[in-house]
């Protein structure tokens, strides 16, 4: 089968296409024949080596995917050969025409939900699911503010907190990434370019500031975010690219909150609740990734290269 793999930690450009054996299931796993495999900024920092989940070389990248249960080792009961399912996380990675998984790693996936839609699912809105739910324990009328909107885990929280009965209010550098916050439900939007947004958001807010705050680069946006906060707020960092600077008063003067979160950090009963909401959403309408890019499997290097790029617009899906 053909399939990226990765032989040394690096650039882009360690991205090889390579003929490897096709996986077999032992027991407990299955074989799922990928069709379309989703791209994050975490596969890229796994590929470079400056990421604490570091995998043994060689290794083929990729956590989403999205096809049909190829075979099915023993003792395998929740899914059979011919199921339709996205994966969260695999044993063997998804930048390949196979991949071998857990059985607890595959899903069900939806017949309305295309296989690139599918490639958009867990890192995003797993991401998203949790940072809401079981970190800033949102609650229905809160006000939200998710930075890098457009996005893929942007997306994915808008949709969510629409869904949950939240006021949202989106970030996005693009007129073109503002008009599909707008789209999947945000309240409002505001360029994170412009002078003065920290403003525009509290006059949004009646001078109130926001309750909750997904933040997706703390390192240029976290002291800013502290000032716009209401009494008793909560910051979420998702993401992050170097250090910086706070002053803790703006916590202190609102009994306020920075938490940090990890995907990979997730308990077993928090990820399958997670799911349970997650396939719900995507059967009922309520969830619908936005994939923004497909490219083909040996343009994997250029989309490790666009996931990084600003302007963020939906997700960017490998079609295998």
Excluded: C
């Amino acid at each position: 089968m053909k399939a990226i793999v990765v032989r040394e930690f690096g650039g882009p450009e360690v991205l090889k296409v390579e003929e490897i054996p096709a996986p077999k299931p032992g027991p407990g796993q299955v074989v799922v024949w990928i069709r379309a495999a989703g791209v994050n900024p975490a596969d890229t920092y796994m590929r470079s080596g400056n990421y604490s989940n570091k995998p043994p070389l060689p290794y083929t990248p990729g956590t989403d995917g999205a096809g049909v249960i190829e075979s099915v080792g023993a003792g395998v009961t929740r899914v059979k050969t011919g199921d339709r399912v996205y994966t969260a996380r695999t044993v063997s990675g998804t930048y390949a025409e196979y991949a071998l998984a857990l059985e607890s790693q595959v899903q069900p996936l939806p017949e309305r939900i295309s296989w690139a839609q599918g490639a958009a699912v867990f890192v995003p809105y797993a991401t998203g699911y949790r940072a809401l739910e079981q970190v800033a324990h949102a609650r229905g009328g809160e006000t939200l503010l998710v930075h890098g909107a457009s996005g893929g885990v942007g997306v994915a929280a808008v949709q969510l907190a629409r869904a949950r009965g939240m006021i949202v209010i989106g970030t996005a550098g693009t007129d073109k990434g503002r008009t599909l916050v707008l789209r999947e439900g945000a309240h409002h939007v505001v360029d994170h370019g412009a002078d003065g947004y920290p403003d525009k958001v509290k006059e949004l807010t009646g001078g109130r500031g926001v309750d909750v705050i997904l933040e997706m680069l703390a390192n240029v946006n976290l002291a800013t975010d502290l000032q716009m906060l209401a009494r008793g707020g909560r910051v979420v960092v998702i993401g992050n690219r170097g250090e910086v600077t706070i002053n803790p008063r703006e916590l202190m003067f609102r009994d306020a909150a920075v938490y940090g979160m990890l995907l990979w950090n997730i308990s077993e009963p928090d990820v399958q609740a997670a799911h349970a909401a997650l396939v719900a959403g995507l059967e009922n309408g309520t969830l619908r990734p936005v994939v923004g890019t497909e490219l083909p499997l040996a343009s994997a290097p250029e989309a490790h290269r666009k996931v990084l790029e600003k302007g963020a617009f939906g997700k960017i899906v490998l079609i295998i």
